[in-house]
């Protein structure tokens, strides 16, 4: 009896612990943006790249997202996937409209000068030339696969001209699970609920 007393008594001390202290494991800024890019990218019907692009103004406040997709009114059941055809008609890349695109002309504010834009995917030469031309400052992403492609080496030398600042992101963890069932967890246990049992 004494013994189950003391045993509840710590495992009170560690909840309580737990859930009266600020949480350590919450998302960085950097992280929450990537994961916001990532996360729009969710939403692209392209079947080999999903791209997400967010732009975050000076205040940290989010201010356009975007993610690869086929133009208003062009159907994505309709319009081509294909990354290859007889006719570069019939692919994909004459139609697309590009994350980055989709993200600044998505902006919800009069401009984006001195914004930084989080994507996926190094931008591309035409990418590029909207994000100079846009004012944003700073281009956070997080893979550089095409870097030997023509478009990147463009886009880099027209970063590098215009005093666009453009650097890798190493995210601190490789996975971010949404669980919408969390929110029922047990705050304290962090646990989910118990089922209930079935009534006769
Ligand atoms: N920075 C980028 C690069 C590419 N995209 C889009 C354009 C296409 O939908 C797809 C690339 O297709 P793939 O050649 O990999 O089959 O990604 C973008 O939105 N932003
Ligand atoms: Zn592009």
């Known amino acids: 009896m004494v013994e189950a007393e003391s045993s509840k008594e710590v495992s009170n001390a560690i909840f309580s ?3 009266d202290k600020k949480r350590e494991d919450y998302l960085e800024w950097t992280d929450y943006f990537m994961a916001t890019a990532f996360l729009a990218a969710k939403r692209s019907k392209d079947p080999c790249s999903q791209v997400g692009a967010c732009i975050v103004n000076q ?15 062009c159907s994505d059941d309709e319009y081509p996937w294909k990354k290859a055809s007889t006719s570069r008609l019939e ?14 002309l998505n902006k919800n504010c009069s401009d984006v000068k001195n914004c930084t834009i989080y994507v996926a995917l190094f931008p591309c030469n035409e990418c590029a030339k909207l994000i100079i031309q846009s004012g ?3 281009v956070v992403y997080m893979s550089d696969k095409h870097s030997a492609k023509e478009e990147t080496i463009a886009a880099k030398r027209m970063f590098d001209s215009a005093g666009i600042k453009y650097w890798q992101y190493v995210p601190k963890r490789k996975q971010i699970t949404i669980d919408f069932t969390e929110i029922d967890w047990n705050r304290m246990t962090q646990l989910p609920p118990t089922p209930l049992k079935e009534t006769k």
């Not at 975007?66 to 133009?71: A, D, E, K």
């Open 91 to 104: 692919t994909k890349y004459l139609y697309v409209c590009h994350a980055e695109m989709n993200a600044i």
């Open 59 to 73: 205040e940290k406040r989010i201010v356009g997202v975007g993610y690869n997709g086929m133009p208003f009114g």
């Open 17 to 19: 612990r737990d859930v």
């Open 136 to 138: 944003i400052s700073e």
